[in-house]
């Protein structure tokens, strides 16, 4: 069984020691998708929502939840960003968010790109909840990571 890095030989959580690691360039893509009404969907995709233009107000909250991935997930250590970049897609029936992360530090940087998009279509939902309150954010996950220690990973095909 692989050891958890985040529990010390008793079994109590802690922050990893990252201090011995190298620098090395670090990069995560992480997604997601929010499933809304057709209604809802076209308000977005012409601007004519009520609350303003919800994909520059997302991808200015995904941006904003990346950089304070350490003040909401225990243990994340607090990073210096190097670039934070937040996408959206339409799709037939909703939206697809997609975060890219990059640092050169000595921790990776996934958490801080699945909090962008979480982050992200958390900030459509509430811009577009008058529109349609049974929107469904569904699929947020890690695509590719790269850097560090552990290499590069990528999300195997389904």
Not at 124 to 148: F, H, N, P, Q, V
């Given at each position: 069984m692989t050891k958890l890095t985040h529990l010390d030989e008793s079994g109590a959580a802690h922050?990893?020691?990252?201090?011995?690691?190298?620098?090395?360039?670090?990069?995560?893509?992480?997604?997601?998708?929010?499933?809304m009404s057709a209604n809802a969907l076209q308000a977005i995709v012409e601007g004519s929502a009520k609350k303003g233009d919800v994909l520059a107000t997302a991808r200015?909250?995904?941006?904003?939840a990346a950089k304070k991935t350490s003040e909401l997930i225990p243990l994340c250590h607090p990073l210096l960003l190097s670039k934070i970049a937040v996408d959206f897609t339409f799709e037939s029936d909703g939206i697809r968010a997609t975060s890219r992360v990059r640092l050169t530090g000595q921790t990776g940087v996934e958490m801080e790109a699945m909090t962008a998009v979480s982050?992200?279509?958390?900030?459509?939902?509430?811009?577009?909840?008058?529109?349609?309150?049974?929107?469904?954010?569904?699929?947020?996950?890690?695509?590719?990571?790269?850097?560090?220690?552990?290499?590069?990973?990528?999300?195997?095909a389904c």
């Open positions: 922050m990893v020691d990252v201090s011995a690691k190298a620098d090395t360039v670090r990069e995560a893509v992480a997604e997601g998708r929010i499933q200015i909250a995904g941006i904003m982050v992200a279509l958390l900030t459509i939902y509430d811009m577009a909840k008058a529109l349609d309150k049974g929107m469904t954010i569904t699929e947020i996950r890690l695509l590719t990571k790269s850097g560090g220690k552990s290499g590069d990973w990528v999300r195997p």
